[in-house]
């Protein structure tokens, strides 16, 4: 479901639909309820997003006013064949993707009657479909219906997106520009490029790929995860040698050599924590 408020509805709606139809269902039917922003964790949110998405045994999907959040993390969810039960107020369109399996309608006004009523066919559906999740015949999402084999986690590790976030980063490097509706640019000057000095967007754009993956490695030594610290260190390297190539100024130079050494350093610490005995 949306965590912030959403166009077109009250401040605070969503907040009101999961204290009032999602937490007191997921109770009812014997779930323990957690939502993302209820956690107390020093991680990046996406990783708690998309571990939780992972690891739990049950997940709501609220389709209400189709964020693409929501949908990407139902992707997820289904891609992983993990059951799942599907609400959305009755205001919402319906999504022809998703519609052939079964959505629990709620009114969006919250009345008590309503959400009574609602609240019992949520319970019915999360105990449903965690009984029948697995059982030929009992369909909860476009992939099972296709029999398609699900993806497989390797060693248990947790769903990695920095792989894909180290994509964008290098496209936007390499020319791409970032659309950022918050952003407001002036009209350039006559004679001036629109978007400044191409080679100080491209470093800028590269010093900032390299600190997020510092910043990836990081929380995933403290996860004990080191081969995932590894690729994402393998991806800083990467950066950092682009931003050698374009660097043409003493300060951009100097940063790339700090960049190298903390990498180093980064790699140094893994290795320290992989000796035996070692206190992590």
């Given amino acids: ?118 609240q019992k066919q949520i319970t019915e559906a999360l105990k449903q479909t965690h009984e029948e999740h697995g059982k030929t015949g009992f369909v909860n999402s476009v992939v099972e219906l296709l029999q398609i084999e699900p993806p497989e986690i390797r060693g248990g590790a947790p769903f990695d997106l920095s792989m894909l976030q180290t994509m964008i980063e290098r496209a936007v490097a390499n020319g791409f520009q970032e659309a950022s509706p918050q952003r407001v640019t002036h009209r350039p000057s006559v004679g001036n490029p629109p978007f400044g000095n191409p080679v100080n967007k491209r470093t800028r754009v590269l010093k900032d790929s390299i600190k997020s993956q510092f910043s990836n490695a990081n929380i995933l030594i403290s996860l004990g995860e080191y081969d995932g610290a590894r690729k994402a260190l393998d991806d800083a390297d990467y950066s950092i040698y682009k931003l050698i190539q374009l660097a043409v100024s003493p300060s951009d130079q100097a940063r790339a050599a700090d960049f190298r050494d903390k990498c180093i350093e980064l790699r140094e610490e893994i290795h320290r924590r992989e000796k035996p005995g070692s206190q992590r």
């Fill in 1 to 118: 479901m949306p965590i912030s408020d959403q166009d077109g509805y009250e401040s605070g709606h969503f907040s009101s639909v999961y204290r009032d139809l999602i937490k007191p269902s997921c109770e009812e039917a014997g779930f323990v309820p957690k939502r993302a922003d209820e956690v107390a964790s020093t991680n990046c949110i996406h990783v708690d997003i998309v571990r939780r998405l992972l690891d739990a045994p049950m997940a709501i999907c609220d389709l209400s006013c189709r964020n693409p959040n929501v949908m990407f993390e139902l992707g997820i969810r289904q891609a992983f064949q993990k059951p799942i039960v599907l609400i959305c107020d009755e205001e919402t369109p319906r999504i022809f993707d998703i519609d052939l399996i079964r959505i629990v309608r709620y009114s969006r006004q919250l009345k008590y009657a309503d959400v009574v009523s609602s």
